[in-house]
């Protein structure tokens, strides 16, 4: 159980380009998504939460406009880089939590900005 | 929001058992102490969580001392897969505010 699933796994665009990353609990439902970055060798950065039909709490230095962030459902949560550029390029990774439950954490998106 | 501390890098070898400590000072009455692991280009993946005093699954222990302001990570018997790095969380999981902040981790190294 607590499956979360992460979309794509891999993305190559050039700059400019607007990407969405999706994040989905497929078997429970998540009360608050979360959103990291990691860069090589460290720690995930904590970028925003969300909780379902909220609007998302941005880290300090994270811009809201830059990296839009959608709860729709219980189940859905979306990042969207918009006009991505070579510095956006990075691991970025979503996690869920159900209710009183732990965070279960996708595989990561590798997004590379030419 | 409590603030973890863990020691950067273990080494170990096959077979033995691996201890990592964790502390958290400032941990809230709420908070619940919860361990992952990740591999290189994977998103962390959950071993145990806990409250208070031991927990135990298959594949870990983690021990809370009662004044809860550190934990230990207990994993038995490792092998060369158990190189990863692992991280100590502290959170409230029972608000919809309760945000995560990642530690630096420890980083194992299981050897041969």
């Known amino acids: 159980g607590a499956v979360v699933s992460q979309h794509p796994s891999r993305v190559i665009c050039k700059s400019g380009t607007s990407v969405k990353i999706e994040c989905r609990s497929l078997?429970?439902?998540?009360?608050?998504m979360f959103w990291y970055r990691q860069f090589p060798k460290k720690s995930l950065m904590l970028m925003a939460t969300?909780?379902?039909?909220?609007?998302?709490?941005?880290e300090q230095g994270v811009e809201k406009d830059k990296f839009l962030i959608n709860h729709a459902s219980l189940t859905l949560s979306t990042l969207t880089v918009t006009s991505a550029h070579p510095e956006d390029s990075s691991f970025y990774i979503c996690?869920?939590?159900?209710?009183?439950?732990?965070?279960?954490f996708g595989d990561g998106t590798r997004l590379s900005i030419l | 929001l409590a603030k973890t501390t863990q020691p950067i890098s273990m080494d170990s070898y096959e077979g033995q058992e691996v201890n990592i400590t964790c502390s958290h000072n400032?941990?809230?009455?709420?908070?619940?102490i919860t361990w992952y692991q990740q591999f290189p280009s994977q998103g962390p993946r959950f071993i145990i969580q806990?409250?208070?005093t031991k927990v135990t699954n298959e594949v870990a222990s983690l021990f809370i001392p009662a004044d809860r302001k550190s934990s230990t990570l207990s994993l038995p018997r490792v092998s060369l897969s158990d190189t990863a790095v692992y991280y100590c969380?502290?959170?409230?999981?029972?608000?919809?505010?309760?945000?995560?902040?990642f530690g630096d981790g420890t980083t194992l190294t299981v050897k041969p």
């Open positions: 996690s869920a939590r159900g209710s009183n439950q732990p965070q279960h």
């Open positions: 078997d429970f439902q998540a009360t608050t």
């Open positions: 969300s909780n379902e039909g909220s609007k998302a709490t941005y």
């Open positions: 400032n941990i809230a009455t709420n908070d619940y």
């Open positions: 806990g409250y208070k």
């Open positions: 969380l502290v959170v409230d999981i029972n608000t919809n505010a309760g945000k995560s902040t």
